[in-house]
Structure formats: C-alpha cells, structure tokens
Nanobody, 118 residues
C-alpha cells in the first residue's frame, strides 16, 4: 500500500509562489501515474495535475494550466507541484495520490494547506 505525505503548503500573497512536495513510504512511486488534487472549504475535491510514471507526460486542469508545474524524481521517490502566480481561488488543502487503477487514485495523505491572500 502506498503511503503519501504532502508538505510545503503555507500562506502566500496573491501572485506569489509555493512548491509542494509529496513523499512516499512503503512502496516506490516509479510505476505509478501520480496526481495532485485539492479541496477548498465547502467544495468537492478536484483534480489539479498528473504526471506519467516516466515524467514524460503531464496533465493539468484548465484552472492551473500555465501557472502550475508537476514534476517527479523517481530516484528520490517524490512528486512536486510548483505553483506560480497564485490566486485567492487556489486556496485549498492539496493532496497527492497514486493512480492504482485507471482513474482510481489511492494513498491519500493528510494534505497540506495552501492559503492565498488577496
């Protein structure tokens, strides 16, 4: 079972940047598609970005495309999310997860809070 821990969240002003990191224990991440998701207060969890096992393909939601970059280092067993030009609407708890079956993600951690002030 994949166990994931997110870190790197915090409070930042609009227009600022943060880099989130996702680390795994128990299993290597190198064979998984990895994704980042977020959940804002009162809203459902939504997809943010995903990256193929090799890192050669990336996918983004329209709301973050051009501002966020997902990357992975399989030698360190980590997946990062670089977030630039942050907006107040990016405020949410951010989670990473591993795609254990097509369209099915697992390994949800505690998440990391990102708060963007206007």
């Amino acid at each position: 079972q994949v166990q994931l821990v997110e870190s790197g969240g915090g409070l930042v002003q609009a227009g600022g940047s943060l880099r989130l990191s996702c680390a795994a224990s128990g299993r290597t991440l190198s064979s998984y598609v990895m994704g980042w998701f977020r959940q804002a207060p009162g809203k459902e969890r939504e997809f943010v970005a995903a990256i193929s096992w090799s890192g050669g393909s990336t996918f983004y939601s329209d709301s973050v495309k051009g501002r966020f970059t997902i990357s992975r280092d399989n030698t360190k067993n980590t997946v990062d999310l670089q977030m630039n030009s942050l907006k107040p609407e990016d405020t949410a708890v951010y989670y990473c997860a591993a795609e254990v079956a097509v369209g099915e993600y697992d390994g949800w951690g505690q998440g990391t809070q990102v708060t963007v002030s206007s």
